[in-house]
């Protein structure tokens, strides 16, 4: 996706439409149906974006870029009495993700976690696209269409095939009078070789689906009279690498899942599959204190995953240990994982879970800022529009959190730009949250948590009007929870004491916790209806063991 | 799949695999495993069924293809004590086919109508294969392991890329004492030009999720600002070809699904979604007495479908009509279905629902007969074994009932060989039941309702034992419920009299037909897992709408 060049001259398309938006907007609405209403049956040119136009509107357009944690819940706390608010994402829907290991392990449905953008109670636009530029001076996203593309999460089942033509979407410019930059981050690979090709992620619902499948294919791999007893091993060793929350609660969610229900239904293979939890540290859940981690390794341990860290991953291939690399991929047999630790091993799956990336349009797409965006820009101190001679000083580019790559937001998470020369603009009408953007003061861990306090504090501000002036985002820790499988789970909550104190209750260990954990992911649950299900799944799974369906 | 020349070769292979499974099966487990637990890390040859030639068994072995109706009720009705039983299918899971229109519009989950073939509480054995062909003297089916393939129904999204050769799985051979053939039919296209590739069916889970998405993806395509009106229009025209109770009750589906749900999203597009429900014949529903049939145009006619009786399809290519063909697919725009009646019309989707043809295995596999079955063939009037000279007169091939190409069975599902003198033997362990099938005398109509009672007088008549005698199967028709939309239904259940007089209860019509069928459903549905999660969904649906979410 977008090379620099490419992203140019999508902004110099952008332009173009920004223009002939202004134009089409100030005629009637009529007069604009009629123009692109022609009978050939050719789709009206891009540079008419028709349904935008005939909805013209007195109220500040909001425009909220991404469905996850950050927009979605935005969109859902915004005013609609002050903002016509459009939200844009790839993505229709917003993820529940802290249940995504329990969709992956069977326990919950995708439509259990799943919140759809267009909701007949909340008066927000939706269009499925992609950003792909921002044009700050013009006050335009310039996006593409992604209505058909097979999948929008980033790791596709089989690589092996290019893209198809019909994959790229139409461009349409949007004009907004506030714009919201939420699109989050990609996983992160350290580059190493084979795995954005080989290994599944784990950040959307397809990535869970291509796990679940994944799993039981494996099995019934297995059980196929024509499999040798060493690639059966192989092909029920599973490999998960990277050991923060989504990892090792991905592990707890696949061993219940593997030790409780699928070893009930192949009895020949008891025994034989097993769970490996892969990371370059020395420890899990690094976030929580160490009498904590601790307790997560041994307990998992004793649950039967293997613990492997201080590992260092060298590749990622199909293919079993030992055969000339590289195989073609064949999904009927194994993959080889290589660490500098164990040298190769045979896997059936390798899940990746190990942090951040900056996507293409972040990292590319909002880069060099070729006009001054004079109207938006105000002094880093606040005190009105910068001078005549700093606008000119020189090149202006956004301004970027180092190393990381996220956007690098002030205190009111208001986006800014930077020039060579160290000085620093803020952009009053543009901002940033979630992963994608990290305030320079007192950032907030990357958690779902952190990005929907982000959400709340920016609807609140936001609704207030600019006017008011309302106290800096500061995160709030409400405490962290993991699940580490067999019904154990950690608790570690702050107390009043100082934000680096931390207590760990004694009877909030293990079941207790679970406990915990499960009420309070219930109260978060987004709508009454997904509630209510996903309390009526866990009694049903209760009864009756987790879906072992692949289909 | 499959040619003549293709089946023989495989066959050829089949019999040198039986062999070799019968020298396995003689010696002990032990030496089994160790003589294919090589360290090499290639998989071990296809001649090796290792898996089965562990688990022998003194009880016949029944194998069954397919999960279908037939397969999958006869596999649960069997008795394990006298039997072992394998069923072998490319999918792991049975569908309860009367609720898939539902799942399709957003009224329940996939999960909701699925059973998995493998259960802890059923002694099945399960391969996830399809089979190729069967060699009746040898007395094995040859299968080809199906565990990768991306899908398993005859309808993949998009047909454009060759077959990926890690698609093919490898051969192996199950010997069966029993063999029980249910592997149902495929969608008949009459070689409508254009059909089998840019066609949806509605047979199984696949087609009704890539119904479910194309669906919102229309409607997600008619409001981006790049579309123009009349594509728009065309987008979300929906058409179904064949009035059957499939294509009948899925228009009704999406007409619920599209009225009541979607246009509360998308208010922009309000009178522009069209559902039109094709067919050749004068009538929708034509098993239904004639009152019936016509109370059901009226009443969907009321609905806003638009019913297209008379009409003759002739032919469906991606782009908009009047374009030259032919355009290649992109899903971003319409197709264009050619009715003799109405010329070219533009659809966003048209569904393919109209009569059952014989898949490949059944019409290609089972012909042929190159050795005969001694050991099985009984003479036609079941006084033993046919003469030297009558096995030797000429060569064999499997019956098959005329036009339709289905397995030509007795009066007990057997399936029977015939040469071109016109005689018949019958093979007294090898039956066919299902769509596959189609008995002698007294052939019941192609539906779940006979096809489960044929798994149902089998599986007594098995459980029995041969020597005993069993009435020969009979069908008895229990009536039959079609909905059409708004909580309207018909149902027809025969009178006491004659097996040709109908009887329509009055008070039956419409809201009233609708409450029996749904708890008619829900007490077929088969585990109470699924029967309680159909009833916990049905409330939600009523207090909140139904599932809009596209993933």
Redesign the interface.
């Known amino acids: 996706m977008g090379s620099r060049a490419r992203i140019s001259q999508l902004l110099l398309v952008s332009r173009r439409h920004s223009a002939s938006i202004t134009t089409t907007t100030s005629t009637t609405s009529t007069s604009t ?1 009629t123009s ?4 050939a ?4 040119p ?1 540079t ?6 005939t909805h013209p509107s007195s109220k500040p357009r909001v425009v909220i870029l991404g469905s996850g944690w950050g927009g979605y819940n935005l969109s859902r706390k915004l005013s609609a009495t002050h903002f016509h608010t459009t939200l844009i994402s790839p ?3 917003f993820v529940f993700t802290p249940l995504l290991t329990d969709t992956a392990g069977g326990s919950l ?3 259990h976690i ?3 953008v ?3 109670h909340a008066s927000v636009d939706f ?3 992609a950003a792909r530029a921002v044009d700050f001076a013009a006050k335009t996203v310039l996006c593409e ?1 992604t ?2 593309k ?1 999948g929008v999460t980033e790791s596709p089942r ?1 690589t ?2 290019p893209p ?3 994959e790229e ?4 410019a ?1 004009p907004y009078d506030k714009l919201v930059i939420a699109v989050g981050t990609v996983s992160r690979t350290f580059g190493t070789p084979g795995v954005r090709e080989n290994a599944f992620f784990f950040k959307d ?2 990535d869970a689906r291509r796990v679940r499948r994944r799993v ?2 494996c099995f ?2 297995a ?9 059966r091993r192989w092909l029920l060793h599973f490999a998960i690498v990277g050991a923060g929350p989504t990892g090792t609660e991905l592990a707890a969610a696949l061993r219940d899942f593997i030790s409780a229900d699928l070893m ?3 009895p ?1 293979l008891k025994g034989i599959p097993r769970l490996s939890l892969y990371d370059v540290a020395p420890t899990v859940l690094s976030m929580f204190d160490e009498s904590l981690s601790k307790y997560a390794m041994d307990t998992m341990r004793q649950e039967g995953i293997e613990i492997k860290v201080s590992h260092h991953v060298e590749g990622l291939r199909w293919g ?4 000339a690399a590289p195989a ?6 194994c993959l080889t994982l290589t660490t500098t630790e164990e040298g190769e091993v045979g896997v059936g799956m390798c899940v990746w879970a190990t942090g951040n990336a900056m996507n293409p349009f972040v990292r590319d797409a909002l880069a060099d800022v070729p006009t001054f965006p004079t109207a938006s820009a105000l002094r880093k101190d606040g005190s009105g529009p910068p001078s005549e001679e700093l606008v000119h000083r020189s090149a202006w580019r956004v301004k970027k959190a180092p190393k990381v790559g996220a956007l690098s937001v002030d205190e009111q998470l208001r986006v800014q730009l930077e020039n060579e020369h160290g000085d620093t603009v803020v952009l009053q009408d543009v901002f940033a949250l979630g992963d994608n953007a990290m305030p320079e003061k007192g950032a907030p861990p990357a958690t779902a948590q952190a990005t929907f306090q982000e959400a709340k504090w920016l609807a609140t501000r936001l609704n207030r009007g600019d006017s008011q002036q309302t106290a800096p985002f500061s995160f709030r820790n409400m405490g962290t929870l993991a699940y580490i499988g067999n019904a154990n789970a950690l608790l570690q909550i702050p107390h009043e004491g100082g934000e680096h104190h931390k207590y760990l209750p004694e009877g909030l260990k293990g079941r207790m916790a679970w406990l915990v954990w499960n009420s309070a992911y219930l109260t978060m649950s987004i ?3 997904n509630k ?2 996903v309390a ?2 866990w009694m ?1 799974n209760h ?3 987790r ?5």
């Open positions: 149906t692109t209403s022609t009978s049956p050719t789709p009206a891009a008419t974006p028709r349904q935008l136009a993505r229709s829907y449905d995708f439509s799943v919140e759809p267009r909701d007949r269009l499925q696209a269409a209505v058909v097979s089989r092996a095939t198809r033509s019909w979407g139409e461009t349409f949007v619902v397809g039981r294919e019934e791999l059980v196929l009279p024509t499999t040798a007893p060493e690639m009930a239904l192949y020949s079993a240990p030992g055969e073609e991929m064949d999904p009927k047999r709508s009454w209806r209510l299900r009526f799944r049903l009864l009756f063991g879906d072992v369906s692949r289909y």
